[in-house]
């Protein structure tokens, strides 16, 4: 499982400026190891990954069962995952169905606090923790049992059903993204 010092590190570490960091220490200093489990309370942890191509301009979206509207890939940390990135990976292969990521960014794109609805049972608020992956669009994807639908969008042409947030932070999110994975190609070439 997850230790509380990982999890601190690596939201301290997220690239983008973000005015949710405040929020993640107010719930490590308060839940202490607990902000990492969800049968500890209505108020936890999540890792999520955003999947794009660069090469196409586009999102691999998830049409979220519960939700009933598309988004990002993740959720709830297990005791396998080690640190956030892993969760977010695990996430991201899990509910995608892809056998292979291109590029997963090292550190986290981005910091969310959500409320959810009465469909997410004791859930009642995610501190999501944001990652980035590169993929291609001739990879094709797997429903999981967890969505209704996995599919490609050009960021030009986005369904109506958007998670509301993502509106707003999806058009961020793909730079942070492709401009971190950008960073690391060129450390390695």
Not at 20 to 31: H, P, V
Not at 136 to 160: K, N, Y
Request: proline residues 5%; hydrophobic residues 40%.
């Amino acid at each position: 499982m997850i230790r509380l010092d990982t999890a601190r590190s690596e939201v301290g570490a997220t690239s983008a400026a973000t005015d949710f960091a405040l929020d993640f220490e107010d719930l490590f200093s308060t839940a202490g190891d607990d902000a990492l489990r969800r049968e500890s309370g209505a108020e936890h942890v999540t890792a999520s990954c955003l999947i794009f191509d660069p090469d196409t301009e586009s999102v691999l979206l998830n049409h979220h069962r519960k939700a009933g509207l598309w988004g990002q890939f993740g959720g709830h940390l297990e005791p396998e995952d080690d640190s956030l990135c892993s969760a977010a990976r695990r996430e991201a292969m899990e509910e995608s169905g892809l056998s292979h990521l291109t590029w997963f960014s090292p550190v986290p794109i981005d910091l969310h606090v959500h409320d959810l609805s009465a469909s997410f049972g004791a859930c009642r608020r995610h501190f999501d923790v944001v990652f980035a992956a590169i993929a291609s669009v001739d990879q094709v994807p797997v429903v999981s049992d967890e969505s209704l639908a996995v599919r490609w969008f050009p960021l030009t042409d986005l369904p109506a059903s958007l998670m509301p947030d993502l509106v707003v932070r999806l058009p961020q999110l793909y730079r942070a993204g492709v401009g971190s994975w950008r960073v690391s190609d060129r450390r390695r070439g």
